[in-house]
């Protein structure tokens, strides 16, 4: 199937404008030739009714009934030429005529016989006077001026046409200026340019500023992504030396049962530890899409939570305490919220003390509600708490513990999907306290 390619907008508000100039130019048009016509008919009506107003003057001043060939003269020349004048007495009978008058009914006002406009006037004594004349010289004036009218169209179509290109090139000036800087800055790849901003606060100066924040915000985003490629690629790599350490020193000589095994653990322990960094790594880049939203009992998620993770705790001699009286809810995505929990206890178990204690709690407090992990290990400095929000980061002193420094920064993306945050702070035990506030529902 052919796709059929659709007209710029431009090229459309052209002949948008191009329809309005020609609607406006017809109409325009219609009204002159109207408000002309009247004019003309109007003219030509004044002048009868001037004519017959000074034709029966002058009989008054007569005093007979008949034009004295003396005035006839004087009269021609004060009536507008073409003017024919008719006397009738009370009873309809002819007294006298100039020119060549017409027959018309005697009823005072205006009447049209043939192509001829009459005007009757009744006098003072009983009388009539009807001044005549012919209307083919106001019909041709209207017709040249209709005839003109439609020569001069197309070309006022053609002007309005100009002028409708005009304005919307004059429109699409700065569009076309922000366009042009756009494509420049995409194709470059260099997203720490901007768009240079109007003053003011019309549509384009809205749009300026709107597509140099997109701008920032895309930098940032680059920023960060590619920060952490090279994070990951780093942290990795590391793991990933040891391996193909390990199996060379293996492959150089003959080696005995037992050492073969015990390299085998070792590749087979830090294989796991990259599997799980590469699912880490995963989970964090799924973050970024919508949640499966479920109801979801904050009160049973810690019972499963330290379920799954007691064994983990009895290893490190930790105990698991759960404080959960309080039955809440909230609308997430279970998955997520499990992961990013089991992240944080997972955190404690591992960098708490040995021989320690692990709090797990759930509450509702100003319309949020929270799932906090507390221990009595060390803690972390508070200087380096909002650190640990990113990617690869741990803390001080932490160096000889595994793990990849993605806990903290997941349970954070997390809580940011679902319109949360993670608050880290200083327990009244001493260690570390995360707590994940969420929207209640």
């Known amino acids: 199937m052919r796709v059929?390619?659709?007209?710029?907008?431009?090229?459309?508000?052209?002949?948008?404008?191009?329809?309005?100039?020609?609607?406006?130019?017809?109409?325009?048009?219609?009204?002159?030739?109207?408000?002309?016509?009247?004019?003309?008919?109007?003219?030509?009506?004044?002048?009868?009714?001037?004519?017959?107003?000074?034709?029966?003057?002058?009989?008054?001043?007569?005093?007979?009934?008949?034009?004295?060939?003396?005035?006839?003269?004087?009269?021609?020349?004060?009536?507008?030429?073409?003017?024919?004048?008719?006397?009738?007495?009370?009873?309809?009978?002819?007294?006298?005529?100039?020119?060549?008058?017409?027959?018309?009914?005697?009823?005072?006002?205006?009447?049209?016989?043939?192509?001829?406009?009459?005007?009757?006037?009744?006098?003072?004594?009983?009388?009539?006077?009807?001044?005549?004349?012919?209307?083919?010289?106001?019909?041709?004036?209207?017709?040249?001026?209709?005839?003109?009218?439609?020569?001069?169209?197309?070309?006022?179509?053609?002007?309005?046409?100009?002028?409708?290109?005009?304005?919307?090139?004059?429109?699409?000036?700065?569009?076309?200026?922000?366009?042009?800087?756009?494509?420049?800055?995409?194709?470059?790849?260099?997203?720490?340019?901007?768009?240079?901003?109007?003053?003011g606060d019309d549509e384009m100066a809205k749009l300026t500023r709107t597509f140099n924040q997109m701008l920032g915000q895309l930098e940032s985003t680059l920023g960060r992504e590619k920060a952490f490629a090279l994070a990951a690629a780093h942290e990795l790599r590391t793991p990933l030396t040891f391996i193909q350490g390990r199996a060379s020193l293996s492959l150089e000589k003959p080696r005995s049962p037992e050492q073969y095994q015990d390299a085998l653990r070792q590749i087979h322990h830090t294989s796991q530890e990259m599997a799980q960094m590469v699912n880490s790594l995963l989970l964090l880049a799924r973050t970024n899409q919508q949640p499966k939203r479920e109801v979801v009992s904050l009160k049973q998620l810690l019972h499963e939570v330290a379920e799954d993770l007691r064994i983990a705790a009895q290893q490190r001699l930790v105990a698991l305490e759960l404080q959960a009286d309080q039955e809440v809810s909230t609308h997430s995505d279970v998955t997520a919220l499990k992961l990013a929990l089991s992240n944080l206890v997972q955190n404690a178990i591992k960098y708490g003390r040995n021989n320690g204690h692990v709090w797990l709690s759930c509450g509702r407090e100003n319309n949020e509600v929270f799932l906090a992990v507390s221990d009595d290990g060390p803690g972390i400095p508070q200087t380096e708490l909002e650190r640990l929000r990113q990617p690869f980061q741990r803390g001080a002193g932490l160096q000889g513990v595994s793990g990849s420094g993605l806990g903290l920064a997941l349970v954070s993306a997390v809580a940011e999907q679902h319109g949360g945050r993670l608050e880290l702070s200083r327990a009244s035990q001493g260690g570390l306290r995360a707590t994940l506030w969420l929207p209640e529902g």
Do not use: C
Request: proline share 3%; charged share 20%.
């Open 4 to 199: 059929r390619k659709s007209m710029s907008l431009r090229w459309r508000l052209t002949l948008f404008y191009s329809a309005l100039s020609a609607l406006t130019v017809v109409l325009a048009g219609v009204a002159f030739f109207v408000v002309l016509r009247q004019n003309l008919q109007s003219t030509l009506d004044t002048s009868l009714r001037e004519s017959a107003t000074l034709a029966g003057e002058q009989l008054r001043d007569e005093q007979q009934g008949k034009f004295s060939e003396t005035e006839t003269d004087t009269l021609f020349q004060r009536m507008a030429a073409g003017t024919s004048l008719r006397v009738l007495d009370s009873q309809g009978q002819d007294i006298d005529e100039v020119g060549n008058p017409v027959a018309a009914p005697l009823v005072e006002g205006y009447s049209t016989v043939g192509d001829q406009r009459v005007y009757t006037l009744r006098l003072g004594n009983g009388d009539w006077i009807q001044a005549t004349r012919s209307r083919v010289e106001t019909v041709q004036a209207i017709g040249r001026a209709q005839r003109l009218l439609l020569a001069g169209l197309p070309f006022l179509l053609l002007i309005g046409f100009g002028v409708g290109y005009f304005v919307a090139d004059a429109a699409f000036k700065p569009v076309d200026r922000v366009t042009g800087l756009a494509n420049h800055i995409v194709t470059s790849g260099k997203f720490n340019e901007r768009v240079p901003e109007r003053p």
